[in-house]
């Protein structure tokens, strides 16, 4: 089989040392996490952590397996691509004098829909969110210029499909 993105959506109570446990599965077989995310889900007392994988399918479907022996874990997922909306963001810190002094910043600006979120004497902050490739993209652009500071997020996720999660966590909430 051949390696491909996928996100794994792993639903489960908020517990200290989880992450850790779900990190030790990759770990134990050489697979790189290339993002993780860990927010509160749309249940409340529910967290969701997205985890984007470049593996096989097989090996992915034996994570979600590993993950969902967790005992603080309801209940585990995995996608492609193709099956979810996602974007990840990104802050850029560059050099003021840049901003006035050089016009294809502005242009860059312009063409990927960044944001300006601040300016001081010293520094402007770009935000961008989009897919990987776009804010990728839009490094390699700024990069020539000098950037001080670059930081990404990692991926946000949404199914295309419905989850049937709601209708499981209602379950766990009655048990």
Known sequence: M???WFTISVYSENQVGLLNRIS?????????????????SEIEGISKFTIVVNT???????????IEKQIEVIKAFYHTDDETIYQESALFKIGSHLLFDERQIQNIIKDSHAQIVTVSREFFVLAKTGRRHEIDQMY?????????????SGRIAVTKAEMPISALLAEFQQA
């Open 24 to 40: 030790g599965i990759f770990l134990k077989r050489h697979i790189n996490v290339e993002s993780l995310n860990v927010s509160k």
């Open 140 to 152: 390699h652009e700024l990069e020539p210029f000098g950037i001080m500071q670059f930081v990404r």
């Open 2 to 4: 051949e390696n491909q």
């Open 56 to 66: 096989t399918e097989d090996w992915t479907r034996h994570i979600v397996s590993q």
